[in-house]
């Protein structure tokens, strides 16, 4: 059974740094892309930031500059390094992941979700 738990999100005022993380556990032969997306009230998922194993980044066009993923391949784990938060950055943000299981079944996974809320 494959899980991805994510740590970190909460308040912040604008302009204010938050961190996020995420681990995938369970028979994982390899995670790739991993990456985070963000949903905010009323508004449709939106691809936020994703990794390859190689290193490769994408992302969006709202966030570049502000924010770095990081992932640790060994330990099948991403983070998202968040800065100068805006208050249009408030969204419960979600972990992904594409997993390829140790018995050969590849899917999809998502975190449970972390509030993130920029105040003016």
């Known amino acids: 059974q494959v899980q991805l738990v994510e740590s970190g999100g909460g308040l912040v005022q604008a302009g ?11 028979s994982i032969f390899s ?3 991993m990456g985070w997306y ?3 009230p009323g508004k449709q ?7 390859t194993s190689g ?6 066009d709202s966030v570049k500059g ?6 640790n391949n060994a330990k099948n784990t ?3 390094q968040m800065n100068s938060l805006k208050p249009e950055d408030t969204a419960v943000y979600y972990c992904n992941a594409e997993i390829l299981t140790g018995s050969s079944a590849f899917g999809t996974y998502w975190g449970q979700g972390t ?4 105040s003016p």
């Open 16 to 26: 204010g740094s938050l961190s996020l993380s995420c681990a995938a556990s369970g």
């Open 78 to 80: 991403v983070s998202l």
């Open 31 to 33: 995670s790739n892309p």
């Open 66 to 71: 502000r924010f770095t993923i990081s992932r």
């Open 55 to 60: 290193g490769s980044t994408r992302y969006a």
């Open 38 to 40: 963000r949903q905010a």
């Open 115 to 118: 509030q993130v809320t920029v």
């Open 45 to 51: 998922r939106e691809l936020v930031a994703r990794i």
